[in-house]
């Protein structure tokens, strides 16, 4: 079975909450962290400790996904420029928590990185819904 790593990057703490959520429900995951480019930082140093991140992950894992909160934000942007150190990475940007879910529920039982993440973009879409007065009369 394929181990994998997944990485949150965002601006400010928004992928720390994520992670701190997602582990309420799911309990600590080992294969799970989260980087954030706050005021005053600079996109060189978010390279940089993605690069460390990435590094330390080769070490324990087959692969990692990087789930970025904003295409083309600076975050993106980061984590784009390590593709060519890292051709197999793939990058999700737009995150919200039942994709993220999603993956860390299936990743040891899906051996196929795009069905992981294929499936998992289709939850995260599905996740998505306008609820008012005419929700209910579906």
């Known amino acids: 079975m394929v181990k994998r790593a997944f990485l949150v990057i965002t601006h400010g703490?928004?992928?720390?909450a994520a992670v701190q959520s997602l582990e309420l429900l799911m309990g600590e995951q080992k294969n799970l962290s989260a980087l954030g480019l706050h005021p005053g930082?600079?996109?060189a140093s978010l390279r940089e400790q993605i690069q460390t991140q990435l590094q330390?992950?080769?070490?324990?894992?087959?692969e990692t996904v990087i789930l970025v909160d904003l295409l083309g934000?600076?975050?993106s942007n980061a984590s784009l420029a390590t593709l060519a150190q890292y051709p197999d990475l793939k990058v999700i940007t737009g995150f919200n928590?039942?994709?993220?879910?999603n993956?860390?529920?299936f990743t040891d039982q899906e051996a196929d990185t795009q069905k992981l993440l294929t499936d998992s973009l289709k939850v995260a879409q599905e996740g998505l819904q306008v609820i008012d007065k005419n929700y209910f009369k579906k």
């Open 13 to 16: 703490d928004l992928g720390s």
């Open 41 to 43: 930082e600079s996109v």
């Open 56 to 62: 330390t992950n080769q070490q324990n894992y087959d």
């Open 73 to 75: 934000g600076s975050p």
């Open 97 to 101: 928590l039942p994709l993220l879910i």
């Open 103 to 105: 993956l860390l529920n």
